[in-house]
């Protein structure tokens, strides 16, 4: 799992495993639940995510794929929640269960994200 780069390669890890072994204990979901957060983390130019007690850290390369406006609106309806210049997004992490903080930092990423929109021509 640890070369995995794309959502399709990650999908065939996870059928080859169902084929040989059937359903994979919890640690193995837990495996593939964390790559399926790193390819979304990758996605959008996260270099780091940190978690400390409720505290979450996520650090964006100055060209990361996210929305300013999205990330403006998040840091402002999160209390506590900062932004720092060196491209750092802080803030509380309510979840404390292992699933409820994966599916917490995916569903934040991919709100942030930048969607892409086509060129118009005219």
């Known amino acids: ?3 995995v780069e794309t959502e399709s390669q990650l999908q065939d890890v996870r059928s080859e495993l169902m084929d040989r072994y059937g359903e994979p204990p919890l ?3 837990n495996l ?3 790559a399926t ?3 979304a983390a990758m996605r959008v ?3 780091a995510i940190e978690r400390k007690r409720d505290q979450a850290n996520i650090k964006f390369r100055a060209n990361a794929s996210i929305d300013p406006e999205k990330l403006a609106r998040f840091v402002a309806s999160q209390r506590g929640s ?3 210049p060196d491209g750092t997004l802080k803030f509380a992490m309510r979840a404390k269960s292992a699933d409820g903080i994966l599916q917490t930092l995916r569903d934040l990423l991919e709100e942030l994200a930048a969607r892409e929109t086509s060129a118009q021509t005219t």
Request: net charge positive; aromatic share 12%; hydrophobic share 45%.
């Open 1 to 3: 799992m640890a070369g």
């Open 37 to 39: 957060l790193k390819l």
């Open 45 to 47: 130019g996260v270099t």
């Open 27 to 29: 640690s193995v979901r």
């Open 82 to 84: 900062q932004f720092s």
């Open 32 to 34: 593939l639940d964390y």
